[in-house]
């Protein structure tokens, strides 16, 4: 099983950045596709991106594309999310999760194991 703790959230202003972070713990990190998601007041969590095992391969929401990027640390165990040129509808709690599946799935009920969430405020 894997354990995750996210990190790094915070206020910024519109067109700043922020990096969060998301440690994990357990055997079998290296071997799970990872993914962030976000949750704003009232609505559903979404998908933000996907990272594959290896690295190699990563999906974007069309949402941030071009200003978010997904990567990861295996020897540290870490998957991070650099966002630039954050907007204020990019305010949410921000949410790390794995899944043994290969695939960069963008469903969030298929990613069984996640983190306490991290709130991120844009102001404008």
């Known amino acids: 099983q894997v354990r995750l703790v996210e990190s790094g959230g915070g206020l910024v202003q519109a067109g700043g950045s922020l990096r969060l972070s998301c440690a994990a713990s357990?055997?079998?990190?290296?071997?799970?596709?990872m993914g962030w998601f976000r949750q704003a007041p009232g609505k559903e969590r979404d998908f933000v991106a996907a990272i594959s095992w290896s690295g190699a391969s990563t999906r974007y929401a069309d949402s941030v594309q071009g200003r978010f990027t997904i990567s990861r640390d295996n020897a540290k165990n870490t998957v991070y999310l650099q966002m630039n040129s954050l907007k204020p509808e990019d305010t949410a709690v921000y949410y790390c999760a794995a899944t043994p599946r290969v695939a960069l799935i963008t469903a969030a009920k298929v990613y069984d194991v996640w983190g306490q969430g991290t709130q991120v405020t844009v102001s404008s």
């Open positions: 357990g055997r079998t990190f290296s071997s799970n596709t």
